[in-house]
């Protein structure tokens, strides 16, 4: 079996590469975005930028990077909270995520030990409160 990926609306999930799209989104205000702060993680969210280059399915595709820092612990367990969020973004971000956008989790140290289940929860209402109808952006 192939490591297909679910998709939503055509959509494609990829992973952010380049420095530029973490530092845009540190503040995802500015760009139109929002971020919503949870036990095991920050949520940054923000539109994809518009580069000259794009093609018509960049737009559709969903993007998201993860931040895991030393102060997490050594390389065994900032690996292990890096796949326990990579997990988490795989099975909700097609089926909750906008098209179109990039998303940045900033990792805490609570992703280590809290519930796999938990953490699904936290990032399906993360996902989801900017299209609330009494949600504000902060």
């Not at 997990?87 to 909700?92: H, V």
């Amino acid at each position: 079996m192939t490591g297909s990926t679910k998709k939503n609306k055509s959509s494609e999930i990829r992973s952010l590469k380049k420095r530029a799209d973490f530092l845009r989104l540190r503040h995802p205000q500015k760009n139109g975005g929002y971020y919503r702060s949870t036990g095991a993680f920050l949520l940054q969210a923000a539109p994809a930028a518009e580069t000259a280059s794009a093609s018509p399915e960049s737009s559709a595709s969903l993007r998201y990077g993860l931040v895991v820092t030393k102060k997490m612990g050594n390389a065994v367990t900032r690996n292990r909270i890096k796949r326990r969020l990579r997990a988490c973004i795989k099975s909700l971000l097609p089926l909750y995520g906008k098209p179109g956008y990039d998303y940045v989790l900033v990792a805490r140290q609570a992703a280590l030990k809290l519930p796999f289940a938990v953490m699904l929860d936290d990032l399906k209402q993360a996902l989801v409160w900017p299209d609330s109808p009494t949600a504000t952006k902060k």
